[in-house]
């Protein structure tokens, strides 16, 4: 069964420091997908990321980065000079690949909830 | 905006009662998927519809059914609702020839059973 560990529940920094959010998953796929996340206080789902298993290169965006690796099941986050603007709930999910090669349903982590404060 | 609709926005009812909870995908997918959000369970895959056809199960209750109309939208109706139903709801999209799939999520349907 797929399962996704997030184990940091809550997590709380001042504005401009680095932050990585950590997400450990479980599959018997040798395809699959990774995927962040963002759940502002509005409450919206927003797509950070997606990395699928066979591309392990760390992806940078802005202040945003990710790494990925197989060899410990990982799948971590970090965020950059972080900003009040990056408080919300950050879910790390996963789905395995169906016969066409699209996503299936999705695993989600229960959430690492991150507080920016001035 | 993620180009996925959901309506409505809340609902707040009885329980005992049957709602409707409504999503349009974005333009081109064909997948739906439905997922609830609670604060005990977290987000949890209810169900799956491609094109028109059921494609996958998850956690969903007896008393929940879906559907996927030509037009592709879905819909998700709860009946004999329980206080427990109450949750945010979600339906994402996705399907994009080629496979390369990420779903994409709509606000969410929270529903209040009082």
């Known amino acids: 069964a797929q399962k996704v560990t997030q184990a940091q529940t809550e997590i709380s920094v001042v504005e401009k420091e680095d932050v990585t959010l950590d997400c450990v998953y479980e599959t018997r796929d040798t395809t699959y997908y990774l995927f962040w996340y963002k759940q502002p206080p509005s409450g919206e789902l927003v797509f950070l990321i997606r990395r699928n298993s066979f591309d392990e290169q760390n992806e940078i965006s802005g202040r945003y980065s990710w790494n990925f690796q197989k060899s410990t099941s990982s799948f971590n986050f970090t965020i950059t000079a972080s900003q009040v603007v990056d408080s919300a709930v950050y879910f790390c999910a996963l789905s395995e690949a169906d016969r066409q090669g699209g996503s299936e349903k999705l695993v989600f982590g229960k959430g690492t909830k991150l507080t920016v404060n001035p | 905006d993620s180009g996925v609709t959901q309506t409505p926005k809340h609902l707040i009812t009885a329980t005992g009662q049957r709602v409707t909870l409504r999503c349009s995908p974005r333009s081109g997918d064909l997948s739906v998927y439905w997922y609830q959000q609670s604060l005990d369970q977290g987000l949890q895959f209810l169900i799956q519809?491609?094109?028109?056809?059921?494609?996958a199960k998850g956690n969903i209750l007896e008393r929940f059914s879906a559907q996927q109309f030509p037009d592709l939208h879905s819909e998700l109706n709860l009946s004999s609702l329980e206080l427990g139903d109450s949750a945010l709801y979600f339906c994402?999209?996705?399907?994009?020839?080629?496979?390369?799939?990420?779903?994409?999520f709509g606000p969410g349907t929270r529903l209040t059973v009082l």
């Open positions: 519809y491609y094109n028109g056809e059921e494609r």
């Open positions: 994402a999209s996705s399907g994009q020839a080629g496979g390369t799939d990420t779903q994409y």
